[in-house]
């Protein structure tokens, strides 16, 4: 949404803070779903275009592409399970060591909170009673060194639900390069132009939902995802291209 057409006075209500900070952003799977989708389209169209330039056959396309969609959607839902999980099992160790330290040796600590506040530009009494006022409440004090020293924040996707996303929007978004040669739609010639159609299509969708998503102009996501593609898709073209002049030609 574009800063313009926003209602701040609606945003700063009461209700819209509290959901906000009950739902932040870091939990949304349009992350997940961005980076799945756009992964698929690029996975299966490289390989109708790379078997375009080499000359292969509609039966290789269907087997390579299929192949590819279910091996590299698995391995990027495994991948992303693996990061998720691992950076919040990085938090959490933190967060523990951040309580030990406190336990241990609350003055370090307290001195610490005491650097980041001077930092910010607080002295005097209202700094004295900054470092009071956090050093009182323990979950507060680890929250603040968590953020403020150690630039860690707990909010996370959901491993599963960040793995499923993936592997469901590269699996749908990736099989749509593939439906005119699943569905014999003419001649080789022109399957491939129809799945190049299809695959700059949804491209330019995907990169304008990102955009409406993130705020940013919808247009110019589309275009840039759309390149991106497109760029994938050449190198994979040629590359065939060339690999069959070497050896078949």
Sequence with gaps: MARRDRDLV??????????????????????????????GVVTTFAVVAGSAGGQLTTVIVIILGIANLIADGFSMAVSNYLGTRASQEEVRQSRSDEEWQITEFPEGEMAEIRQIFEQKGFEGATLDEIVSVISADRKVWVDTMMAEELRLSEVSKRPARAALTTFVAFSFCGAIPLIPFLGSFGTFDEMFRISTLLGAATFFILGIGKGWAVGISPLRSGLQTLAVGGAAAALAYAAGHFLHSMFAG
């Design 10 to 39: 609606s945003e700063h209500s009461s209700a819209s803070i509290r959901n906000r900070l009950r739902y932040p952003r870091g939990e949304s799977a349009l992350g997940d779903f961005m980076l799945g989708g756009v992964d």
